[in-house]
């Protein structure tokens, strides 16, 4: 997540003097393979935008803003879609930045070194644990505990609000949410706690060699110190969560349509591309999911963006550069 | 002790408490998982899955990052075309790179590792599956270098940078051209530096890439070590090592001998 | 308080040696009681240990108000180990020990709440280490945390602080701009600065010109001088001319024990133990 460049080491070419051959070679390819990752990325969105032209030759702008999916007539709309998408990783990340941070401030702050190390590399080990298996464990014990326990006490608090009204079937946007939430805990706390670690530790002492208290010199100086970084763990997961495939797919329902319930079923566009892309038999149902996959590809790019935004806006002024 | 400082003291217990809740909260949820894993057989749950979905074209909607983990094979096709793309492109971000068309790379690069698996799975599909008319150990692996490719290149990039300008300058005074510089003084100094500590140093750059990208590779690295023992067929028991330090190897320029245990 | 650290008995008049065979420090030997009444800061039988290693024995020193006292010694001879005790600060450290006692205007630190110890004592350390926040946020932060902006301005502090660590002429068109913006020398200023606004009676300072230049380092040493009158200072170093400039008496530092603290013009001129004659004249260290 970065913009800033710092170039280190002269400048690759100097065009005043001669370089080395050896020079000229290692720069040479080494900037073809930089310019691979450029070439892959943009390679990436021409086949999206390509396979997915009859779609969008057919729907236009409407897509994004449709409600309709219906295979059968061969109408398609993109919006239950990025409504459960955005609807569960938000709510995802509601849950697990506060107690991910929070965590990762324990284990960097607090924590016994050994301790510290033997959690985060547990925590890690997680996030590698493919994802089709937390959607099992949310099947066998999240949406009956859903169903049977959470839904009922909330609705018997606050039953009358629309977002807790209507039926609970235990598999929806809420179930869904708080998975997400467990999957992405490992990548806020681990990147959180890099960043925190990585806060110079004479700036704790400065803190509190001024009489601050251990948590006003950790919230005041090293969370600020580390706001990249922990900005960079929110972005970081944001992404893993809208991406989100199996899990996702088992737990929310799998419903086109847009309820303002988070009881209610409802679909993501990972969930929906990875359940019907087998099955879309029609050239539109195929392109229709494949600009979904475009949709999906649109929305990384705009968080990426806001990232890098925000990274612009809080380096300003008083922040240490370099 | 002032009303002032009781008030502060009790702030600062009452948050330092909270903060270890959260982490026993999501710590024990995470034990939670990892005992149901192993209570209920990690390995064969994971295999089941593989071999219940081998449908020919749709195999790519499945879930791809479920299926690239099945597959040694897919392992060493990804590290043998993601390692070295990442690599030499971390080189040229890190050493070689102008600042602008840095920036357009570090931020494409960015954007690669933010895109979800699905649509690198399309990808594959579009670009390999439907031209070769079936689904192959090559299109999982192009798939899992293109996720494996800008984790490999920002890692590098951050452990180049990492090693003292003096160390350069060093080589650079006693004649050394630029890429014997590279080839023989900054990348094994990044190699060899101990990374357990880096936090404690003050980063060249605090843009937060270095804290976003080492956990990341740490995690394709357990990644690639599950995978190992999920596939561990046979014949890919021999083959296991060697795999995983050259997936190992190329994940953020080198990585000490297999010690997943020590590593924090 | 001023006229009374100005009797003669305000530093130990006579150089006291420490002597191997002696249990008893050289400062608590003679002189004690009457030292006592007029010390601010006081160390007795300080033992620290990092985990196994012992690092300080049996150190007892004591530092007058309003004076300057400059810790001298090789590298790793415990002097900074000694000062970050003065106000706590090594509490961070895990797996550290401490014994002994160290009061401040007679009272056990260790009695205090710990935040009121350390804005008591500031602290300014080896490299300059603003917040990356702008200067005016940096010098007011401490004054902020310990509520002490009732009744004035912010920006009076800031002014008063910045003056009197010299750097209001440099700062104060830039107070809103980054600390990073400034040099080293200044950023080490603003952290005198910053240490100063929450008005602190004693103030330690750590090799604070170990990364500065010559001129950086005069406006720091006259610095220090000028702010004698207003709080007791304890300066480590290890530039020996330093301390000959700066300090009213300096303590000098060998293998975790305090080996002689004296008056600086004894020290240097008229040492009374052969290490410290051995250091000062630059047989080792």
Same mark, same amino acid.
């Given at each position: 997540?970065?913009?800033?460049?710092?170039?280190?080491?002269?400048?690759?070419?100097?065009?005043?003097?001669?370089?080395?051959?050896?020079?000229?070679?290692?720069?040479?390819?080494?900037?073809?393979?930089?310019?691979?990752?450029?070439?892959?990325?943009?390679?990436?969105?021409?086949?999206?935008?390509?396979?997915?032209?009859?779609?969008?030759?057919?729907?236009?702008?409407?897509?994004?803003?449709?409600?309709?999916?219906?295979?059968?007539?061969?109408?398609?709309?993109?919006?239950?879609?990025?409504?459960?998408?955005?609807?569960?990783?938000?709510?995802?990340?509601?849950?697990?930045?506060?107690?991910?941070?929070?965590?990762?401030?324990?284990?960097?702050?607090?924590?016994?070194?050994?301790?510290?190390?033997?959690?985060?590399?547990?925590?890690?080990?997680?996030?590698?644990?493919?994802?089709?298996?937390?959607?099992?464990?949310?099947?066998?014990?999240?949406?009956?505990?859903?169903?049977?326990?959470?839904?009922?006490?909330?609705?018997?608090?606050?039953?009358?609000?629309?977002?807790?009204?209507?039926?609970?079937?235990?598999?929806?946007?809420?179930?869904?949410?708080?998975?997400?939430?467990?999957?992405?805990?490992?990548?806020?706390?681990?990147?959180?706690?890099?960043?925190?670690?990585?806060?110079?530790?004479?700036?704790?002492?400065?803190?509190?060699?001024?009489?601050?208290?251990?948590?006003?010199?950790?919230?005041?100086?090293?969370?600020?110190?580390?706001?990249?970084?922990?900005?960079?763990?929110?972005?970081?997961?944001?992404?893993?969560?809208?991406?989100?495939?199996?899990?996702?797919?088992?737990?929310?329902?799998?419903?086109?349509?847009?309820?303002?319930?988070?009881?209610?079923?409802?679909?993501?566009?990972?969930?929906?591309?990875?359940?019907?892309?087998?099955?879309?038999?029609?050239?539109?149902?195929?392109?229709?999911?494949?600009?979904?996959?475009?949709?999906?590809?649109?929305?990384?790019?705009?968080?990426?963006?806001?990232?890098?935004?925000?990274?612009?806006?809080?380096?300003?002024?008083?922040?240490?550069?370099? | 002790?002032?009303?002032?400082?009781?008030?502060?003291?009790?702030?600062?217990?009452?948050?330092?408490?909270?903060?270890?809740?959260?982490?026993?909260? *999501?710590?024990?949820?995470?034990?939670?998982?990892?005992?149901?894993?192993?209570?209920?057989? &990690?390995?064969?749950?994971?295999?089941? &899955?593989?071999?219940?979905?081998?449908?020919?074209?749709?195999?790519?909607?499945?879930?791809?990052?479920?299926?690239?983990?099945?597959?040694?094979?897919?392992?060493?096709?990804?590290?043998?075309?993601?390692?070295?793309?990442?690599?030499?492109?971390?080189?040229?971000?890190?050493?070689?790179?102008?600042?602008?068309?840095?920036?357009?790379?570090?931020?494409?690069?960015?954007?690669?590792?933010?895109?979800?698996?699905?649509?690198?799975?399309?990808?594959?599909? *579009?670009?390999?599956?439907?031209?070769?008319?079936?689904?192959?150990?090559?299109?999982?692996?192009?798939?899992?270098?293109?996720?494996?490719?800008?984790? *490999?290149?920002?890692?590098?990039?951050?452990?180049?940078?990492?090693?003292?300008?003096?160390?350069?300058?060093?080589?650079?005074?006693?004649?050394?051209?630029?890429?014997?510089?590279?080839?023989?003084?900054?990348?094994?100094?990044?190699?060899?530096?101990?990374?357990?500590?880096?936090?404690?140093?003050?980063?060249?750059?605090?843009?937060?890439?270095?804290?976003?990208?080492?956990?990341?590779?740490?995690?394709?690295?357990?990644?690639? &070590?599950?995978?190992?023992?999920?596939?561990?067929?046979?014949?890919?028991?021999?083959?296991?090592?060697?795999?995983?330090?050259?997936?190992?190897?190329?994940?953020?320029?080198?990585?000490?001998?297999?010690?997943?245990?020590?590593?924090? | 308080?001023?006229?009374?650290?100005?009797?003669?008995?305000?530093?130990?008049?006579?150089?006291?040696?420490?002597?191997?065979?002696?249990?008893?420090?050289?400062?608590? #030997?003679?002189?004690?009681?009457?030292?006592?009444? #007029?010390?601010?800061?006081?160390?007795?039988?300080?033992?620290?240990?990092?985990?196994?290693?012992?690092?300080?024995?049996?150190?007892?020193?004591?530092?007058?108000?309003?004076?300057?006292?400059?810790?001298?010694?090789?590298?790793?001879?415990?002097?900074?180990?000694?000062?970050?005790?003065?106000?706590?600060?090594?509490? #961070?450290?895990?797996?550290?020990?401490?014994?002994?006692?160290?009061?401040?205007?007679?009272?056990?630190?260790?009695?205090?709440?710990?935040?009121?110890?350390?804005?008591?004592?500031?602290?300014?350390?080896?490299?300059?280490?603003?917040?990356?926040?702008?200067?005016?946020?940096?010098?007011?932060?401490?004054?902020?945390?310990?509520?002490?902006?009732?009744?004035?301005?912010?920006?009076?502090?800031?002014?008063?602080?910045?003056?009197?660590?010299?750097?209001?002429?440099?700062?104060?068109?830039?107070?809103?701009?980054?600390?990073?913006?400034?040099?080293?020398?200044?950023?080490?200023?603003?952290?005198?600065?910053?240490?100063?606004?929450?008005?602190?009676?004693?103030?330690?300072?750590?090799?604070?010109?170990?990364?500065?230049?010559?001129?950086?380092?005069?406006?720091?040493?006259?610095?220090?001088?000028?702010?004698?009158?207003?709080?007791?200072?304890?300066?480590?170093?290890?530039?020996?001319?330093?301390?000959?400039?700066?300090?009213?008496?300096?303590?000098?530092?060998?293998?975790?024990?305090?080996?002689?603290?004296?008056? #600086?013009?004894?020290?240097?001129?008229?040492?009374?133990?052969?290490?410290?004659?051995?250091?000062?004249?630059?047989?080792?260290?």
């Amino acid at each position: 997540m970065a913009t800033s460049s710092a170039a280190i080491g002269p400048a690759g070419k100097s065009a005043s003097r001669r370089q080395p051959f050896g020079d000229e070679v290692a720069y040479a390819v080494t900037w073809f393979f930089a310019t691979l990752i450029l070439g892959l990325t943009l390679w990436v969105v021409f086949e999206l935008w390509t396979h997915s032209s009859e779609s969008i030759s057919k729907f236009g702008f409407h897509f994004l803003t449709t409600k309709l999916w219906n295979p059968v007539t061969d109408e398609f709309g993109a919006l239950p879609f990025i409504y459960g998408t955005v609807l569960t990783s938000v709510l995802a990340l509601l849950i697990s930045v506060p107690v991910g941070v929070g965590a990762a401030i324990y284990l960097s702050e607090l924590a016994p070194t050994k301790l510290s190390n033997a959690l985060t590399f547990l925590v890690e080990l997680l996030a590698a644990v493919p994802s089709v298996i937390y959607g099992l464990m949310a099947i066998f014990t999240l949406v009956p505990l859903m169903r049977d326990y959470i839904g009922p006490a909330v609705q018997a608090v606050a039953g009358k609000l629309p977002f807790f009204a209507g039926h609970v079937y235990g598999v929806g946007y809420l179930t869904a949410a708080l998975i997400l939430a467990i999957m992405i805990f490992p990548y806020i706390i681990s990147v959180s706690r890099e960043a925190l670690m990585s806060v110079p530790r004479d700036q704790r002492e400065a803190a509190l060699a001024l009489g601050a208290t251990k948590w006003e010199s950790t919230w005041q100086v090293v969370v600020p110190y580390a706001r990249l970084g922990i900005l960079g763990s929110v972005f970081l997961a944001l992404a893993r969560a809208i991406g989100e495939t199996m899990a996702v797919t088992l737990v929310i329902g799998n419903d086109p349509a847009i309820h303002a319930s988070l009881f209610a079923p409802g679909y993501t566009i990972a969930a929906v591309i990875a359940n019907e892309f087998t099955e879309a038999t029609g050239k539109v149902y195929l392109s229709s999911l494949i600009e979904l996959g475009l949709v999906l590809f649109a929305l990384t790019m705009i968080l990426n963006a806001a990232a890098q935004l925000l990274i612009v806006l809080t380096t300003g002024k008083g922040t240490a550069r370099g | 002790m002032t009303g002032r400082n009781k008030y502060r003291n009790a702030v600062n217990n009452v948050m330092l408490t909270l903060s270890g809740i959260c982490a026993a909260v *999501t710590v024990s949820m995470l034990f939670v998982i990892l005992a149901y894993l192993v209570y209920n057989g &990690f390995s064969s749950l994971n295999l089941d &899955f593989f071999t219940q979905l081998p449908k020919p074209t749709g195999q790519v909607g499945g879930g791809m990052a479920n299926a690239i983990l099945g597959s040694a094979q897919v392992v060493l096709i990804a590290s043998c075309f993601g390692l070295p793309i990442g690599f030499f492109a971390g080189i040229y971000l890190a050493e070689f790179g102008g600042k602008k068309f840095c920036m357009l790379v570090r931020y494409m690069a960015d954007l690669l590792n933010g895109v979800p698996s699905i649509v690198i799975g399309i990808f594959a599909w *579009t670009v390999l599956v439907v031209p070769m008319h079936h689904f192959s150990a090559l299109a999982g692996g192009m798939a899992l270098s293109l996720m494996l490719i800008p984790i *490999t290149a920002r890692s590098t990039e951050q452990f180049l940078l990492e090693v003292p300008r003096s160390m350069r300058e060093g080589a650079l005074a006693l004649g050394a051209t630029k890429w014997k510089t590279i080839a023989t003084v900054i990348v094994p100094a990044a190699r060899h530096h101990d990374r357990h500590d880096s936090g404690r140093r003050p980063h060249l750059r605090r843009d937060g890439a270095a804290a976003v990208y080492r956990p990341q590779q740490r995690i394709l690295e357990h990644r690639i &070590f599950l995978a190992d023992r999920n596939a561990a067929g046979d014949d890919f028991h021999s083959r296991r090592c060697s795999l995983r330090r050259l997936a190992q190897a190329g994940l953020g320029g080198g990585t000490c001998p297999a010690d997943d245990g020590a590593r924090r | 308080m001023v006229s009374t650290s100005e009797t003669k008995m305000a530093y130990p008049p006579e150089t006291t040696a420490y002597a191997p065979e002696n249990k008893m420090s050289p400062t608590s #030997t003679e002189g004690t009681k009457s030292a006592t009444a #007029t010390a601010k800061l006081r160390a007795a039988n300080v033992n620290f240990h990092y985990g196994s290693f012992h690092a300080l024995h049996d150190v007892s020193m004591e530092f007058q108000e309003n004076k300057v006292t400059a810790l001298i010694g090789p590298s790793g001879c415990g002097k900074s180990t000694f000062l970050r005790n003065l106000n706590r600060i090594n509490e #961070t450290l895990r797996d550290t020990r401490l014994e002994g006692e160290i009061t401040l205007d007679g009272q056990n630190i260790m009695d205090f709440d710990i935040t009121e110890v350390r804005r008591r004592v500031g602290m300014v350390f080896q490299r300059p280490n603003p917040f990356p926040k702008s200067i005016f946020e940096n010098i007011i932060y401490g004054p902020k945390i310990n509520g002490m902006l009732k009744g004035t301005s912010a920006a009076e502090i800031v002014e008063k602080s910045l003056r009197r660590a010299a750097l209001w002429e440099e700062a104060k068109d830039k107070l809103h701009e980054s600390a990073y913006a400034l040099s080293g020398g200044q950023q080490q200023r603003l952290c005198i600065a910053r240490a100063l606004a929450v008005n602190p009676e004693v103030l330690l300072l750590d090799e604070p010109c170990s990364a500065l230049d010559p001129i950086a380092t005069a406006k720091i040493e006259d610095l220090l001088v000028s702010l004698k009158d207003q709080c007791t200072i304890v300066i480590v170093t290890h530039n020996m001319q330093q301390a000959a400039r700066v300090a009213d008496t300096t303590g000098f530092f060998l293998m975790g024990r305090l080996i002689e603290h004296a008056k #600086t013009d004894m020290i240097f001129k008229n040492p009374a133990c052969k290490e410290t004659e051995d250091y000062i004249t630059g047989r080792f260290g």
